[in-house]
């Protein structure tokens, strides 16, 4: 997922939860989750 034409997330992750606030969760397997505020 590019952000103004910056890789913000690879495609390394099996699930991206994107909420409302800017906020994703990105699992990276299952039950180990990553959250990145963009």
Do not use: W
């Amino acid at each position: 997922m590019a952000l103004d034409g910056k890789v913000m997330v690879e495609a390394r992750y099996q699930e991206v939860d994107i909420e409302n606030n800017g906020t994703v969760h990105l699992t990276v397997i299952p039950g180990k989750v990553k959250t990145v505020k963009l």
